[in-house]
């Protein structure tokens, strides 16, 4: 029993490791079951994209940075899958300037996937700062406001602009991937409030209930909370991924957290009961 007492602590920190690791290697596939009841907000953001005809275009705007992207990336893709999936065009901005990168990613491996062509079937423009201000110009005259993509490429010359320009004509819904400020309280308050475009939000887990009330209220088409929700995002495209892994690798790291708790307790009590001071 003294053993216990005089365990090294880092073999507790080596096992919660292990548990988080593990599963992101060789994922678990646990079961993730998505209904509408429970979640609501994933699958009405879902619902909404899924129901758009061909040809339609949507914004996606990466509004956050690495320390955020395990949670929003996977939803950036999964949602750029999807939209490819359905035949349907995007755009990408990024009001915070790490978030170009992730955008990056998501739509060449999008583009790759699905056969779909840059200028023609999506476009990235790149960082924007200025926060509500940008959001505000974003809308009114997207191409005034983004001169040229990524890539260097005039506006005026990017087919998938053309017929986009003022109000966003032609785009069906707004997507912000928030990790905070300028994000989801912006594009509801320019995009919604002023030009009512309908705006969907990806958020983290720590934010989702300040943005519930805007989803309960009509305000968000649909709120993706944390990686929870991204895992329920890539179940209902049933096409799991990053999300569904992490999730494999929290529920694993959150049994082996209780283990501990309870195997301390014990060994707690029984020394104890032995007259030793726990």
Known sequence: ???????????????????????LVLPLNIPIIVNKNDSKAVWEAYSFIDSLPENSIILVSFD????????????????????????????????????????????NEGASKYG??????????????????AIDNIIGDIRKTCPRDL?????????????????LDRVSVIVT??????????WVQIGKDKYEKQIIAGCTAVS????????NSG????????????????????NPGMASSGMGAQSIAHVCIIVFI????????IGKRDGKDG
């Open 1 to 23: 029993m003294k053993r216990f007492f005089e365990l090294d602590r880092r073999i507790i920190f080596l096992f919660i490791a292990l548990a988080v690791a593990v599963p």
């Open 64 to 107: 956050f940075d690495p320390a955020a992207a395990p949670e929003l990336y996977p939803m950036g893709k999964s949602i750029i899958e999807h939209a490819f999936s359905k035949d349907i065009d995007v755009i990408v901005v990024a009001l915070w300037p790490q978030g170009v990168r992730f955008a990056e990613n998501a739509l």
């Open 116 to 133: 779909k062509e840059r200028w023609k079937n999506y476009v990235n423009l790149g960082y924007k700062s200025g926060g509500i201000v």
């Open 151 to 167: 890539t260097g490429k005039s506006a005026d010359e990017i087919e998938l602009l053309q017929g986009v320009n003022f109000n």
């Open 177 to 186: 991937l928030s990790a905070g400020d300028p994000g989801v309280i912006g």
């Open 208 to 215: 989702a209930p300040a943005y519930t009330p805007y989803f």
């Open 219 to 238: 305000q968000l088409q649909g709120l993706i909370g944390g990686m929870a929700g991204a895992a329920d995002y890539e179940q209902l495209l049933e």
């Open 262 to 269: 309870l195997f301390g307790n014990v060994v707690y009590f």
